[in-house]
Nanobody
Framework: QVQLVESGGGLVQPGGSLRLSCAAS????????MSWYRQAPGKERELVAA????????NYADSVQGRFTVSRDNAKNTVYLQMNSLKPEDTAIYFC????????WGQGTQVTVSS
């Protein structure tokens, strides 16, 4: 059974940091490109960051470039998203995504940036 389980979300003040984790099981994690998406209320889901299978290449949305860092540990079947200098506009549900010939989604974790 495929599972992507996100954790680490919560409420943080502007300028603060959070680290999201996504634990994967039920498929060969190291063969999948892993991504983080987010969806704010009333908006479409958007790609935040992605990392290739071995972690050698990453890409980011312009809005998070320089503030967020995606990484993965294939030995632990886990992908991370380090989020620094958080802004209120980063408030959203953050989803973990796995993609090869098929794709899988996590259930999401809420991130709220507010004073």
């Amino acid at each position: 059974q495929v599972q992507l389980v996100e954790s680490g979300g919560g409420l943080v003040q502007p300028g603060g940091s959070l680290r999201l984790s996504c634990a994967a099981s039920g498929f060969t994690f190291s063969l999948y490109t892993m991504s983080w998406y987010r969806q704010a209320p009333g908006k479409e889901r958007e790609l935040v960051a992605a990392i290739t299978r071995a972690g050698g290449s990453t890409n980011y949305a312009d809005s998070v470039q320089g503030r967020f860092t995606v990484s993965r540990d294939n030995a632990k079947n886990t992908v991370y998203l380090q989020m620094n200098s958080l802004k209120p506009e980063d408030t959203a549900i953050y989803f973990c995504h796995a993609h090869n010939r098929v794709q899988y989604w996590g259930q999401g974790t809420q991130v709220t940036v507010s004073s």
